[in-house]
């Protein structure tokens, strides 16, 4: 089982709805009461506290608000579901003791809310090798009156150590370095897209060489009245036969080079 982040984004607050049981249905007799756990990085340490358990079956939404007083404010926190209680401090992210299940993976209900709607997606977050990279394009940018675009990259390594690298943003056709903007480890790091020249019809790039994340596109508008979340996938996932880590390899190495500063 994976870690289920609770996501920050400007003018919205996060919240994760844990699922105790099986996300396939050939595996639904693995019937177990698990502890709610909330992780985070110290800078030395990884710090756990037990929140509570879930029955077989259960359902349970953690708010930001739930763990403000546990999670420092400028710290990711981190949900789980395990059998046995977290440790209360360790040097490296914990393996989860959670119910074994094959696949799909088991997932959670990450969303974002502000006090007129809400929007979400089915998610995960595992640990990143801290030698990882990101290339992504952003298909997803909203554009009309009051919308506000931001790209929040999730990212979380077995290390507590706070690092940081650099997120390139370019227009895809042109190669036109847009701007630069550091981004953190074991963190959601918000950049808003706004203000780049970006139109309908242009196709961001955006390429992190030192570290790898998951990216989200979160846009509201009318004051957040309205929301969406989207995320985009590896470009392993767009791979249907043969070495999909390679061809991925390939991919980054070709896209690096012709976005060369």
Known sequence: ????????????????????????NWESNLRQQQF????????????????????????RTITAGDVA?????????LLSLTRTPQPAEIA???????????????????????PAAQTSYQGE???FPPQGSLLTFGPFLQFGESIKNHLILLNVENSPAKRSAELEIYDAATLELKGRFPVGNNAATGVSLDGFG????????FVCRGMAAIPLYFSSAMEGAYL?????????????????????KLLKSRWFAKAST
């Open 69 to 77: 007083n546990v999670v420092p404010a400028d710290a990711l926190a």
């Open 228 to 248: 969406s979340l989207e995320h985009t996938h590896p470009p392993a996932s767009l791979v249907v036969h043969g070495r999909r880590w390679e061809a991925q």
């Open 92 to 114: 490296v992210l914990p393996k989860l003791d959670t119910v074994p299940v094959s696949v799909p993976a088991w997932r959670a209900t990450l969303g974002l809310s502000t």
């Open 1 to 24: 089982m994976s870690y289920y982040p609770i996501l920050q984004a400007p003018g919205a607050k996060g919240w994760v709805t844990l699922c105790n049981f099986s996300p396939n």
């Open 36 to 59: 709610i756990n909330v992780t985070w990085a110290t800078g030395d340490l990884w710090a756990s506290k037990t929140l509570g358990v879930l029955a077989p079956g259960g359902l």
């Open 198 to 205: 970006f139109g309908p019809g242009d196709l961001p790039l």
């Open 125 to 127: 977050l595992d640990a």
